[in-house]
């Protein structure tokens, strides 16, 4: 069984209203009239943070990859369950944990921790509740809507750049904010909302291909935080964790955002850029280890 | 900064109502009127589990160790979030996983995968609802209740050695079972309640100081499943998952359990076994990993 068999084996096994797309979505789970939104996230030393990476800016992004899943589903966070293997410097991870916490003001409510023997592994889940109901998935885009991004994409490679190089500013790569505020307020008005964690133009695949439409992107349109002629890497680099939305035409979207797209009725390819055809397998963004 | 005063930490700063002890305990939150438990467990290759295990009988266990936890809450179980790093045999583990899944009746709700560079790491987060509140804690116990065990110990020490020697019965290693149903009848009687996860003296010695007394036990009144000369072995092995309970005199359990001890008022050491003191440092159990 090779990796996407397994995905897939789980995403067969997960059919309670509660789940959604495995591996892609929180699950969305009703409690006592309340809709809870719970998502779990791992890192692994080597995989997605450097070998010798500072274990604060580790921890920090460790709560904002997941923060940012519920934030996608305009969800507020109520607490977070930490999943930690003992590493080189644990208090640096500490310090990065509280850091995050307090930003995000969201309390840590348990856990566990255990010894490993090989790379560090880490998880984390995080629960909110969902502040609009139903709570917005990947999946609801509809032929007409406009395609949206909260900010600009590339800021994360920039980082990525300096913190290899030593020099420059790697506070976006390594302090990535996930937008709680942003999503809460988008929740009630878009068709269908995620967070570009892998890479836009990746991200936009997933979101047509869960909606069943095509999007045709006008990549000048799209807000780079990096030179342009490094536009196309800044489309397909991850860790912004800007919100990807869809919304009729004609909303006048309540926090700052830009319209990259239009949403089509399903066409030949996932994705249209300035006309061209593109799907998965022409390379559009991290594909996750 | 050591392992210890990483715990410490992260209990310190764990201060939000529904966290409990970091690391021992399931959170317990309150959502919509409902009391929700939380509880996140890792296993690590080589760690928790054998390199070369049979990967179904890992998600087995996996799945069994976060129920439990539940258990121990009375809580009934609503569902699971998986974290996965690729290893061996993927398919066995989802064979494994589905069977678990299956034989408590919880759907998988998400996760995530990862690819790891060295031995696999794989963490669990259930969810569950109490079904009495509050929700029995480990720290409840009052000086005069009756202690008690659902069941024998010694019975997964005596399967890891058929696993290890390739001869006889690695079952109840193997397949460790959660015991739901008697948590969730047991719950509005209990003063505590914990599952035993790391030895019958070790996790008695957590429920006293969490209590705030001494547990007087007689050995021989101790149920084992095993030959009677490793009755101080069984004691002090971990992975049986049976409830230890504490209740006042005169209750008559609602389910098979035997009184091993009685609370006292808080003495010399945690734990008098047949008279003589003991405490975590006598070497009770398994100390976490």
Known sequence: MNELAFIEALRRMATHPAARHFDDDCAVLEVGGEALVLTHDMMAEGVHYLEGQDPADVAWKLV?????DLAAKGAE????????????????????????????????LGGDTISGKGPQALGLTAIGRATHRPAPSRGGA???????????VGAAMIGYDALKSGAGDSEAYCRPRALVAQGQA????????????????LDSCRMARASGVTFAIEANAVPIAAPEQRRGDAMRWGDDYQLLFTAPAGLDPPVPATAIGQALDPGEAPLMLDGDPLSEKDGLGFQHG
Do not use: W
């Not at 988008?186 to 133009?201: E, F, K, N, R």
């Open 64 to 68: 904002s990859v997941n923060i940012s």
């Open 77 to 108: 966070p109520l607490g977070v369950l930490l999943g930690y293997m003992f590493g080189k410097d644990d208090s640096r991870f500490v310090e990065g944990l509280e850091q995050a916490l307090a930003y995000y003001d969201v309390p840590l």
């Open 142 to 152: 509809q032929p007409g809507d406009l395609l949206y991004v909260t900010g600009p």
């Open 186 to 201: 988008l929740a009630p008005h878009v068709t269908a909302m995620m967070d570009i964690s892998d890479g836009l133009l």
